[in-house]
Every structure is written in structure tokens, then in C-alpha cells.
């Protein structure tokens, strides 16, 4: 028998099913949107499409140096994969948001559960992604298959039990 200062407690926190939402959101905002921001290189390597160095941009490997041409070359690639690298960050930075308002402002389970169960049109999307890329890159592939699962269990078991109702 739970003590009342216990059952207090409990009964201002959200259902397990909510706090695993609100915990994907947090995941969404910080791991995958504010890292991806402010470290887009590793961010990268993390999500299994690592950036391209510099060097890869040089016309004539094994020279002493590279043309300025090659050096401007590589400035500007390194800038556009950076730019597309703070792109997926940002859309993480949005869906986390996006999670925690609805987990821990609106409290709407279904809004919640129809949010992080649309999470798997993301994750099945980035897995087909980093599988595209070839064997080099298909040990990334698990962490995105991972979301998958998280996005159906997570989600489905927002929208199939109610507030009332007891885990079976």
C-alpha cells in the first residue's frame, strides 16, 4: 500500500506512456537538434552520412599544396554540408519541440501519441537514407531502425490506452 504523500505525488505525474513521449521529445531537442547545431561534423558521423574533409576536394593528391581554386572549393562544400547537416538538426529541434508541448503543456495523449507514432515516417526515411550510402555505413542503420520502434511502441501505446485504463 502506497503512503498518501506518495500517492500525491503520483497523481501529478503523467502516465509512463507520457513520460516516455515527453522523454523522446527531450531526445529530439537536445541529442539530435541542439548537438546537430552545434556540432555538425560529429552529428554527421553520428547519424551515418559523415561530411566530406576538405582535402577530399583536392584535384591532385599527393601534392605539396592545393591551388586556391581547390582550397575555395573546399570551403564551399564544407559550407553546404554543414548547411544540410543544421537542416535535419533544426527539423529535430522542431519535433522535440513540437513533443514537449504537447507532453508537457497542451497534456493531450492523443495529440502526443499521433505526434511521436508520425516519427516513424522520419526514422524509416533516415534508415533508407544511411542504407543507401553501402556497407560502410549500414552499422548506422540500427540507431535509425531503433527510432522506428520507439515511434510505434511509444506512440501506439499513447493512442491505445486511455487515461483510465490499467496496463495489462
Known sequence: MASGAFTNFRAGLPQPAECFGIGVGLMELIMFGVAG???PLEF???FGVPMLPASHTQAHPGALQKSPEEEEKGRKLQKTQEGYIMAIAARNLQNGVLLLTLGCYVRDRRALGIAVASGVVTTVSDALIVWAQGPEASSYIWGHLIGVVN???IGGSLLYWGKGEKLV
Do not use: M
Request: net charge positive; no cysteine.
Open 151 to 153: 515511434s510505434i511502441v
Open 37 to 39: 547545431v552545434l556540432n
Open 44 to 46: 554527421s558521423k553520428g
